[in-house]
Protein backbone atom coordinates (compact mmCIF):
# COMPACT_ATOMS: atom_id res chain seq x y z
CA UNK A 1 0.00 0.00 0.00
CA UNK A 2 2.81 2.17 1.05
CA UNK A 3 4.22 1.96 -2.49
CA UNK A 4 1.24 2.26 -4.60
CA UNK A 5 0.88 6.06 -2.86
CA UNK A 6 4.49 6.81 -3.74
CA UNK A 7 3.88 5.23 -7.16
CA UNK A 8 0.66 7.68 -7.32
CA UNK A 9 3.29 11.32 -6.03
CA UNK A 10 5.29 10.14 -8.98
CA UNK A 11 3.22 10.31 -11.63
CA UNK A 12 1.50 13.44 -10.35
CA UNK A 13 4.68 15.33 -10.51
CA UNK A 14 5.49 14.25 -13.79
CA UNK A 15 6.08 16.64 -16.30
CA UNK A 16 3.27 17.20 -19.28
CA UNK A 17 4.29 18.71 -22.72
CA UNK A 18 2.16 19.11 -25.35
CA UNK A 19 2.39 15.90 -28.05
CA UNK A 20 2.41 16.36 -32.18
CA UNK A 21 -0.88 18.12 -34.00
CA UNK A 22 -3.13 15.83 -36.04
CA UNK A 23 -1.81 17.05 -39.01
CA UNK A 24 -5.02 16.32 -40.53
CA UNK A 25 -5.66 12.96 -39.56
CA UNK A 26 -8.71 12.14 -37.66
CA UNK A 27 -8.31 10.39 -35.77
CA UNK A 28 -4.75 10.49 -35.40
CA UNK A 29 -4.42 7.11 -33.76
CA UNK A 30 -1.88 8.16 -31.15
CA UNK A 31 1.15 6.16 -29.81
CA UNK A 32 3.59 6.86 -27.23
CA UNK A 33 5.94 4.35 -25.53
CA UNK A 34 8.92 5.36 -22.75
CA UNK A 35 13.06 4.19 -23.77
CA UNK A 36 15.44 4.71 -21.64
CA UNK A 37 16.35 8.35 -22.67
CA UNK A 38 13.64 8.75 -25.36
CA UNK A 39 9.77 9.72 -25.44
CA UNK A 40 8.80 8.78 -29.20
CA UNK A 41 5.37 9.36 -30.12
CA UNK A 42 3.56 8.44 -33.54
CA UNK A 43 0.78 9.46 -34.99
CA UNK A 44 -0.79 8.32 -38.64
CA UNK A 45 1.12 10.94 -39.99
CA UNK A 46 3.88 12.33 -37.91
CA UNK A 47 6.60 10.97 -35.38
CA UNK A 48 7.70 12.99 -32.47
CA UNK A 49 10.96 12.26 -30.38
CA UNK A 50 11.20 13.83 -26.93
CA UNK A 51 13.53 13.97 -24.27
CA UNK A 52 12.37 12.72 -20.92
CA UNK A 53 12.11 15.61 -19.75
CA UNK A 54 9.76 16.50 -22.25
CA UNK A 55 11.64 18.67 -24.53
CA UNK A 56 11.03 18.18 -28.57
CA UNK A 57 14.20 16.99 -29.71
CA UNK A 58 12.86 16.31 -33.53
CA UNK A 59 10.05 15.51 -35.38
CA UNK A 60 9.51 14.18 -38.86
CA UNK A 61 6.73 12.59 -41.30
CA UNK A 62 6.08 8.67 -40.29
CA UNK A 63 7.20 7.56 -43.80
CA UNK A 64 10.73 8.30 -42.80
CA UNK A 65 11.02 6.01 -40.77
CA UNK A 66 8.19 3.05 -42.08
CA UNK A 67 10.24 4.33 -45.58
CA UNK A 68 7.41 1.96 -47.94
CA UNK A 69 4.62 3.19 -45.98
CA UNK A 70 3.68 5.07 -48.92
CA UNK A 71 0.16 7.83 -47.91
CA UNK A 72 -2.26 5.71 -47.19
CA UNK A 73 -1.03 4.11 -43.70
CA UNK A 74 -2.83 3.90 -40.91
CA UNK A 75 -3.20 2.43 -37.02
CA UNK A 76 0.90 3.10 -36.22
CA UNK A 77 2.32 1.24 -33.07
CA UNK A 78 5.42 2.40 -31.27
CA UNK A 79 6.98 0.08 -28.16
CA UNK A 80 10.29 0.25 -26.79
CA UNK A 81 12.34 -3.04 -26.39
CA UNK A 82 14.58 -2.92 -23.07
CA UNK A 83 16.47 -5.71 -23.42
CA UNK A 84 17.33 -5.51 -27.07
CA UNK A 85 17.91 -1.57 -26.02
CA UNK A 86 15.79 -1.41 -29.74
CA UNK A 87 12.79 0.76 -30.94
CA UNK A 88 10.18 -1.13 -33.05
CA UNK A 89 7.56 0.94 -35.30
CA UNK A 90 4.52 -0.94 -37.26
CA UNK A 91 1.74 0.26 -39.18
CA UNK A 92 -0.69 -0.77 -41.53
CA UNK A 93 -0.45 0.19 -45.64
CA UNK A 94 -4.14 0.08 -46.58
CA UNK A 95 -3.68 0.92 -49.90
CA UNK A 96 -0.99 -2.53 -50.31
CA UNK A 97 -2.51 -3.96 -47.70
CA UNK A 98 0.67 -4.59 -46.24
CA UNK A 99 1.80 -4.20 -42.58
CA UNK A 100 4.95 -2.00 -42.53
CA UNK A 101 7.74 -2.73 -39.67
CA UNK A 102 10.92 -0.54 -38.73
CA UNK A 103 13.31 -1.75 -35.84
CA UNK A 104 15.87 0.94 -34.57
CA UNK A 105 19.45 0.07 -35.03
CA UNK A 106 20.31 1.22 -32.18
CA UNK A 107 18.87 3.00 -28.60
CA UNK A 108 18.30 6.46 -30.38
CA UNK A 109 15.71 6.72 -32.34
CA UNK A 110 17.02 9.77 -33.94
CA UNK A 111 19.67 6.77 -35.53
CA UNK A 112 18.99 3.84 -38.28
CA UNK A 113 16.21 2.09 -38.75
CA UNK A 114 15.67 -1.15 -40.91
CA UNK A 115 12.53 -1.27 -42.36
CA UNK A 116 10.29 -3.90 -43.91
CA UNK A 117 7.51 -4.83 -45.82
CA UNK A 118 4.92 -7.71 -45.24
CA UNK A 119 2.53 -7.87 -47.57
CA UNK A 120 -0.37 -10.35 -47.54
CA UNK A 121 1.82 -12.54 -49.75
CA UNK A 122 5.53 -12.47 -50.17
CA UNK A 123 7.50 -10.52 -47.77
CA UNK A 124 10.01 -7.69 -49.08
CA UNK A 125 12.49 -7.53 -45.87
CA UNK A 126 15.63 -5.91 -44.77
CA UNK A 127 16.25 -2.53 -46.42
CA UNK A 128 18.06 -0.34 -44.67
CA UNK A 129 17.33 3.75 -44.02
CA UNK A 130 19.88 6.10 -43.99
CA UNK A 131 21.60 7.22 -40.70
CA UNK A 132 18.22 9.08 -39.90
CA UNK A 133 14.65 8.31 -39.66
CA UNK A 134 14.57 12.56 -41.01
CA UNK A 135 16.87 12.19 -43.63
CA UNK A 136 16.55 8.12 -45.12
CA UNK A 137 16.97 7.55 -48.61
Known amino acids: LRSAKSSAAQLSSAPGFPGLADNGSYPADTQVAVGSQQI ?3 TNT ?6 RD ?4 ENF ?3 D ?5 GDDVSDPQIAWDPTSGAWLAA ?5 TNSTQIAISDSSDPR ?4 DYSYSYGPAQVGRRRGSSPARAT
Open 61 to 63: PMT
Open 91 to 95: AMNLS
Open 54 to 57: GRRL
Open 40 to 42: VEM
Open 65 to 69: TLGNA
Open 46 to 51: LVGIYG
Open 111 to 114: GVWW
